[in-house]
């Protein structure tokens, strides 16, 4: 569900000159037509606004913060703002500039640059329980009929555009400045030379971002601002566009800036989504996104802080595996008075709580693709315990010598498995208790087949591990973007892994077990990928370690 964020007050712009100038009364008639659209709208604004607006729209549907013009002045960089404004350093560089609204008014860039943070305190305050929220412009409707969302219901189309933080860009070739922020000062921040401008009437995405995306833009905002430099909200989107394409992605309309482009192009279902990760433009002529989806799914025992610093260490390793993904956590915890604390960081982070009581760890992963199987907006997903977390330093190996990082590693794994059509595409090379250079299915398969699959090695040892137990045996070995992956017999377990919808059928559901151990499931999957029923993957890179610091009874651990 997407809710409309916005805010109105007169600042005074009806007293420029031509040209510059545009009455308060023009502003609320505008806004009057916004008023009519059917979603949710959170509203800021003083007491005499809040009477505006519920003249002409209810509770049910509006959520109105009281929020005064003082508001704008009392926080640190107003005075920054006027110091800049005010300097003919600043204002003489172009010649527009100086009869600007950002160079006349007092209350204008305090204002506009202060939209992300309206946008963040909407998703702090909210009432609807939004997925995602979007700041619009009181008086966007100067430019874009309403009729979009009241006729067209372009939020619905809006929604299945990107699962990241939204900009609208426009092309813009700039010589000195942009919107007068210095462009040599642009060009280093974003270690390019921009050719687009993000606007700032329309932008927004999943609510679990935006706290995210605050913080970036904050402190982009007072670290340009002490050293001098000031343009608008739109010359900070920008570079944020440039900075951070794992969170940003951008649709572009025509080079006049006008927003209804965006809006006529969602209509028709003709929107391309881009970011700088990408070479090619993405067109979206159907919602195959909806079929498309990639969920994460965390099982967890007894431990809020296991999970926390799993999911902190997703954040810092590649951020798409919280902001791309619909997310579940099932709690197997026993402890109760964990319940509070998990409840906290699944609203923080936007996980779906599921409340079970041990069903066991392989148990819980039965759970997790009976769940899976039942979503009908997701085609993959990626599944971690509570303790396997990402190892983020960039130039160590693991005991195997395979590499601990890669770029991009949520995007690198979802695309081998699509391209190779893997029904599974296992993360880690290197396990705790093994490596997948070793057949581990081979300690689990019946006899009879272990016999006649591995006639040299057609006995278990009679206690611990077989150093001379099979090798696996690869079919190819690629490499995509980089990342080194490997084909072949690649034995199924419990460690981070990515399924399709069909490999979790085959592998979880296809048969059922009474008693879904870990080593029958294994040994099932394997025995199907030796018929080519299965055709699963390793990522030759281990990515992830095995840290169980929060330590439980171990007479509590069920496997199912």
Known sequence: MIT??????????????????????????????????????????????????????????????????????????????????????????????????????????????????????????????????????????????SGYFTHDKVLEKINVLTDKFLFVCFPYKAETEVHGFNYEEMKRLTNSTPDIVARGGFFGGNKDLISQMNSLYYGMLIDTLNRDYMGTEESLFTILTYQYPTLIDYCEIGSDGLMYQFFEDVKNITTKVKNFNKTNEQPINKFTSL????????????????????????????????????????????????????????????????????????????????????????????????????????????????????NKLFNKSLNILKQEQFDFLKLNFTEFYGSNNKQWAWYNVPQDFRQSHWPNNPRLPQQGLDPNSP?????????????????????LCNWPIIMSKDGNYKCYLKTKFQNPFEQTLMSHCYQETIKGNINSGLLLLTPTEHNRFDHYDGSLRKEC
């Open 4 to 145: 409309l964020v916005t805010g109105l007050w007169d600042i005074g712009r009806g007293d420029l000159q031509e040209g510059w100038s545009r009455s308060y009364q023009h502003y609320l008639d505008k806004f009057e037509e916004l008023l009519k659209v059917d979603s949710n709208l959170i509203i800021f604004g003083d007491k005499e606004l809040k009477d505006f607006v519920f003249q002409r729209r209810t509770e049910n549907n509006t959520q109105f913060i009281l929020r005064d013009l003082g508001w704008f002045r009392n926080n640190e960089y107003f005075s920054k703002i006027q110091s800049i404004r005010t300097n003919p350093n600043w204002f003489n560089q172009v010649g527009w500039l100086g009869g600007s609204t950002q160079s006349k008014l007092e209350m204008y860039n305090p204002l506009v640059m202060s939209k992300m943070f309206l946008l963040n305190d909407a998703k702090i305050l909210d009432k609807f329980n939004s997925d995602k929220l979007f700041w619009i412009d009181a008086g966007l409707t100067n430019t874009v009929h």
């Open 291 to 406: 079929s498309d989806g990639v969920g994460l799914y965390v099982i967890t025992f007894n431990s809020p802080d296991q999970f926390n610093t799993l999911i902190q260490s997703m954040l810092e390793y590649d951020p798409d595996f919280i902001t791309r993904t619909k997310k579940f956590l099932l709690d197997n915890s026993t402890d109760l008075t964990t319940t509070p604390r998990y409840l906290e960081l699944c609203e923080q982070y936007n996980f779906e709580h599921i409340k079970k009581d041990n069903i066991g760890i392989t148990g819980g992963r039965q759970f997790i693709a009976e769940h899976f199987n039942e979503q009908e907006d997701l085609g993959y997903y990626y599944f971690f315990e509570d303790d396997m977390f990402f190892y983020n330093k960039k130039d160590e190996v693991c005991k195997n010598g395979y590499n601990r990082f890669v």
């Open 471 to 491: 090798n696996t045996e690869f079919k190819h070995i690629k490499s995509y973007q980089g990342l080194p992956y490997a084909s072949g017999e690649i034995y």
